[in-house]
Nanobody, 125 residues
Framework: VQLQASGGGLVQAGGFLRLSCAASGRSSRTSTTAWFRQVPGKEREFVAVFFRGGSTTDFAGSVKGRFTLSRDNTKNTVYLQMNSLKPEDTAVYYC???????????????????WGQGTLVTVSS
């Protein structure tokens, strides 16, 4: 499975961006797709997850109510809509996928075998 993340950029606080994660290769519609983010010197942090093809979604507390997930199965793409962006949302955002992750570990970066290359989001104050 290959993942291609895109959509990052520079935006002012209060603005919005939509990130895309396009999957190719032997991906399944029941796979779990997640977003993580990372700033220099810190560990990769969970942001949001489409668990098992979207049967459930979950968000980190810091983004709940501001970020949403959607998917286009015809394009094998998952979207992370980020609204009301804050400077603390600044990070490199990664999408990740797994066919085998279980619910209790879907928040851990180590649970995901497939990763996109990352896309930088910068929110200015």
């Amino acid at each position: 499975v290959q993942l291609q993340a895109s959509g990052g950029g520079l935006v002012q606080a209060g603005g919005f961006l939509r990130l895309s994660c396009a999957a190719s290769g032997r991906s399944s519609r029941t796979s779990t797709t997640a977003w993580f983010r990372q700033v220099p010197g810190k560990e990769r942090e969970f942001v949001a997850v489409f668990f098992r093809g979207g049967s459930t979604t979950d968000f980190a507390g810091s983004v709940k109510g501001r970020f949403t997930l959607s998917r286009d199965n015809t394009k094998n793409t998952v979207y992370l809509q980020m609204n009301s962006l804050k400077p603390e949302d600044t990070a490199v955002y990664y999408c990740a996928a797994s066919e085998t992750v279980i619910s209790s570990t879907k928040y851990r970066a180590s649970s995901y075998a497939y990763w996109g290359q990352g896309t930088l989001v910068t929110v200015s104050s």
